[in-house]
């Protein structure tokens, strides 16, 4: 079966697929309404240079006396190369710290993602969370800020980093209001309606098929039916038929009497005269023991039965 015999056998039973379509429909609706939809959060949050790292730069005091100068703190963003290693580590160390796992089990169904920013090249972390609620996602993503700073300090309390060597954490953006999210809910409908409308298609081609295949049998079962009503009235004509008009045998033909005379034929052209048979005349009686032996012969103007005589 291709899929043109397919499409017909579903238009032919559109009564069935309707409906199953409908429900499949209905089904994807129903699952929609459902599904509880989910909230979403993001921030993203900075690796800064520690203090100790930056070069001090003095720059010297216009109007002043001579030789004084003026030390300036130098824009950390400018020294962020070198950090990029120290944003893996941190993330490795996020993913595994019990406390977001803690925060993640607090609120049933909450998701926590933490990784690398991949729209910058500098060290920066971008955290996801999702939540079935608006105020959970708040919550979580609070949670999480606060989380990356004290994971970060205790890799360094660790390491026993010198506290202005220290590598510091600052938030970039955090989102104040959740993303409804969609993606649950369209998986559920979809997915369900899908299986239905699969199920419709599969019950329809079956129940085309099923009917197709009784009704074959049905006309198979008439087609027997009228050859048999056929045989049995060509038994009975044949049945019906006069002994001397049915086709018998051939036989040989019957040998000629040994009393046949055949005349010689007057004529040069036989086959356009007229052939008619002779009237049957009754035999001379048979002449005593005493005549002559020439009394055996027939008579001339007499013709023996079953003799052929022909006229001009």
Same mark, same amino acid.
Do not use: C
């Given at each position: 079966?291709?899929?043109?015999?397919? #499409?017909?056998?579903?238009?032919? !039973?559109?009564?069935?697929? +309707?409906?199953?379509?409908?429900?499949?429909?209905? &089904?994807?609706?129903?699952?929609?309404?459902?599904?509880?939809?989910?909230?979403?959060?993001?921030?993203?949050?900075?690796?800064?240079?520690?203090?100790?790292?930056?070069?001090? +730069?003095? +720059?010297?005091?216009?109007?002043?006396?001579?030789?004084?100068?003026?030390?300036?703190?130098?824009?950390?963003?400018?020294? #962020?190369?070198?950090?990029?290693?120290?944003?893996?580590?941190?993330? @490795? &160390?996020?993913?595994?710290?019990?406390?977001?796992?803690?925060?993640?089990? !607090?609120?049933?169904?909450?998701?926590?993602?933490?990784?690398?920013?991949?729209?910058?090249?500098?060290?920066? /972390? #971008?955290?996801?969370? =999702?939540?079935? @609620?608006?105020?959970?996602?708040?919550?979580?993503?609070?949670?999480?800020?606060?989380? =990356?700073?004290?994971?970060?300090?205790?890799?360094? =309390?660790?390491?026993?980093?010198?506290?202005?060597?220290?590598?510091?954490?600052?938030? *970039?953006?955090?989102?104040?209001?959740?993303?409804?999210?969609?993606?649950?809910?369209?998986?559920?409908?979809?997915?369900?309606?899908?299986?239905? &409308?699969?199920? &419709? *298609?599969?019950?329809?081609?079956?129940? %085309?098929? #099923? /009917?197709?295949?009784?009704?074959?049998?049905?006309?198979?079962?008439?087609?027997?039916?009228?050859?048999?009503?056929?045989?049995?009235?060509?038994?009975?004509?044949?049945?019906?038929?006069?002994?001397?008009?049915?086709?018998?045998?051939? !036989?040989?033909?019957?040998?000629?009497?040994?009393?046949?005379? /055949?005349?010689? @034929?007057?004529?040069? $052209?036989?086959? $356009?005269?007229?052939?008619?048979?002779?009237?049957?005349?009754?035999?001379?009686?048979?002449? $005593? $023991?005493?005549?002559?032996?020439?009394? %055996?012969?027939?008579?001339?103007?007499?013709?023996?039965?079953?003799?052929?005589?022909?006229?001009?």
């Amino acid at each position: 079966m291709n899929i043109a015999e397919t #499409l017909r056998g579903l238009m032919r !039973r559109w009564y069935v697929l +309707i409906p199953g379509l409908l429900l499949a429909v209905g &089904a994807a609706a129903y699952l929609w309404m459902h599904t509880p939809p989910t909230y979403q959060r993001s921030a993203s949050q900075l690796l800064l240079p520690a203090e100790a790292t930056l070069p001090e +730069i003095e +720059i010297k005091v216009e109007g002043g006396t001579a030789g004084e100068v003026e030390t300036l703190a130098p824009n950390p963003f400018l020294y #962020l190369g070198g950090l990029n290693t120290a944003a893996d580590v941190l993330v @490795s &160390a996020v993913q595994g710290a019990p406390a977001v796992a803690a925060a993640a089990e !607090r609120y049933e169904g909450a998701e926590i993602t933490v990784r690398r920013d991949p729209m910058s090249s500098g060290p920066m /972390l #971008l955290v996801d969370v =999702t939540a079935p @609620s608006d105020e959970a996602a708040a919550a979580l993503i609070d949670t999480m800020i606060a989380e =990356t700073g004290k994971v970060l300090d205790q890799i360094q =309390t660790t390491q026993r980093v010198p506290d202005r060597s220290r590598i510091l954490i600052s938030p *970039i953006a955090v989102d104040t209001e959740s993303v409804l999210g969609t993606k649950d809910r369209m998986m559920m409908a979809g997915g369900g309606g899908a299986v239905v &409308a699969l199920l &419709a *298609i599969l019950l329809t081609a079956a129940t %085309d098929g #099923l /009917l197709r295949g009784r009704g074959r049998r049905a006309a198979r079962r008439r087609a027997r039916a009228e050859r048999r009503a056929r045989g049995k009235s060509g038994s009975r004509r044949r049945d019906t038929v006069p002994d001397e008009e049915t086709p018998g045998p051939l !036989r040989e033909p019957a040998e000629a009497p040994a009393n046949l005379v /055949l005349l010689p @034929s007057a004529l040069p $052209d036989e086959e $356009d005269e007229d052939v008619v048979d002779a009237p049957a005349t009754e035999p001379d009686p048979a002449p $005593d $023991d005493d005549e002559d032996d020439d009394a %055996d012969l027939p008579e001339p103007d007499a013709a023996p039965v079953g003799v052929r005589a022909r006229r001009r």
